[in-house]
T-cell receptor, first 114, second 113 residues
């Protein structure tokens, strides 16, 4: 069935390490998004991509990097420059240009820094 | 700066009560207002509102948008313990050709039996 998968579900990182969170979708959506959610807060946009090989910074891009080499994949790397990376990370996708369509979310990855 | 504000941030009621959750927004190139329910993981879509004054309903949940007041409400009648969740409101905007959602902080709703 169609959907968005994220892996791993839980991830532990030591300080100073880079880690990569996976996001894959088989919905044939053009646009993909990464959000971060902290306790008691809503979702904040990290990066987004409207088409392959193109992406833009969101509101809190510092310390993160992404790539979009394939339509179905949008991995997020949390670098050692991100000072407070412990959070719940959500990936989403939608059809680009479809104003009446919503974003669909993956199940999320919970990242903890040890 | 684009902003979405939800109130209250937290609400505890008894099963069977009716609740109203509020959302106000200030975003550039507003297109629609969305409501999501988040239990323990990914948000699930509830409503998308594009026209002012037209109520959308799904069972015991309903929502309406007021474009003049830049706000929306989500009503839940005859609440059940399964309605306990975080309810997120998001404004959909078009910025530099890209569609983006701006989320509020969420309302944590707890229904006690």
């Amino acid at each position: 069935d169609g959907g968005i998968t994220q892996s791993p579900k839980y991830l532990f990182r030591k300080e100073g390490q880079n880690v990569t969170l996976s996001c894959e979708q088989n919905l044939n959506h053009d646009a993909m998004y990464w959000y971060r959610q902290d306790p008691g807060q809503g979702l904040r946009l990290i990066y987004y991509s409207q088409i392959v090989n193109d992406f833009q910074k969101g509101d809190i891009a510092e310390g993160y990097s992404v790539s979009r080499e394939k339509k179905e994949s949008f991995p997020l790397t949390v670098t050692s420059a991100q000072k407070n990376p412990t959070a719940f990370y959500l990936c989403a996708s939608r059809r680009a240009g479809a104003s009446t369509d919503t974003q669909y979310f993956g199940p999320g990855t919970r990242l903890t820094v040890l | 700066e684009d902003k979405v504000v939800q109130s209250p941030l937290s609400l505890v009621v008894h099963e069977g009560d009716t609740v109203t959750l509020n959302c106000s927004y200030e975003v550039t190139n507003f297109r629609s207002l969305l409501w999501y329910k988040q239990e323990k993981k990914a948000p699930t879509f509830l409503f998308m509102l594009t026209s002012s004054g037209i109520e959308k309903k799904s069972g015991r949940l309903s929502s309406i948008l007021d474009k003049k007041e830049l706000s929306s409400i989500l009503n839940i009648t005859a609440t059940q313990t399964g309605d306990s969740a975080i309810y997120l409101c998001a404004a959909d905007s078009l910025i530099q050709g890209a569609q983006k959602l701006v989320f509020g902080q969420g309302t944590r709703l707890t229904i006690n039996p």
